[in-house]
């Protein structure tokens, strides 16, 4: 089985003109998988974050790659298996927020597959990794199959808006984080990135997804 076969459908619809490229990956994949290399997540979870379907998709969390470690490898960016307490630090940090905002957060044991079900695309740039190594698998080319799922989302107008003005992103970059929209770059520091989290998350909570707002309106104070 090819790894564009393990795409879920509406999403390999939407991404037909990168299954080759997708393919390319998944035979140098196999080549390292065959020299020794492991690699994280499991096949079957590396297209994870796409069980939300495009046409839900309402707000986009983009991290850097997959945690280096089979324990919390998932396929969803930050999130983790359901657990009792050693969240990763940019986890906890998400965590805190939104218990200093609403005082209650339904994903305290670091498992946010809770979002999907709202619509929020837990999406990292890269998605594989070799374990042990973050960023071993930054030269694959993952970076242009998930900017295309990015733009994807924007052309279907995710966050209710329309068009791609309206679609926001948070990408985690490891020591700072970049808030943009596809037509304009924005350059933020990670509290930023996670005060976006945060208003899915808050959104989650209520049961409603709330427009995003604009970079430039972003104040980190308010959920300080």
């Known amino acids: 089985m090819s790894l564009s076969d393990l795409l879920p459908e509406n999403w390999k619809d939407s991404l037909s003109n990168h299954l080759q490229d997708i393919d390319k990956i998944g035979m140098e994949l196999q080549n390292r998988a065959d ?3 492991t690699i994280l997540p499991n096949r079957s ?16 969390i983009v991290g850097q790659d997959p945690y ?19 969240l990763p630090g940019s986890l906890m940090n998400i965590q805190k927020e939104i218990l200093t905002d609403i005082g209650s957060t339904t994903t305290a044991d670091g498992d946010l597959t809770r979002w999907m079900k709202h619509g929020v ?15 071993s698998h930054a030269n694959l ?38 808030v943009y929209c596809p037509n304009s770059d924005y350059a933020a520091n990670l509290e930023a990135a996670e005060s976006l989290a ?9 049961q409603t997804m709330a427009k995003v707002p604009t970079p430039d309106k972003i104040n980190c104070a308010d959920v300080a």
């Not at 979870?45 to 986009?60: S, Y």
């Not at 209710?160 to 926001?168: C, P, V, Y």
């Not at 945060?198 to 209520?206: G, N």
């Open 198 to 206: 945060l208003i899915a998350a808050r959104a989650v909570a209520t």
């Open 141 to 178: 080319g993952w970076q242009q199959i998930t900017e295309q799922i990015v733009r994807i989302c924007a052309d279907n107008g995710a966050i209710g808006g329309s068009g791609s003005q309206e679609f926001h992103v948070i990408a985690d970059t490891g020591e700072d984080a970049i």
């Open 121 to 135: 695309l837990l999406l990292n740039r890269v998605l594989t990794v070799k374990a042990g190594e973050s960023a």
């Open 35 to 37: 020299t020794g290399e």
């Open 68 to 86: 280096p470690n089979p324990k919390d490898a998932c396929g969803l960016a930050f999130s983790v298996a359901p657990r009792f307490s050693g």
């Open 45 to 60: 979870l590396v297209f994870r974050a796409l069980e939300v379907p495009v046409n839900k998709v309402k707000v986009v």
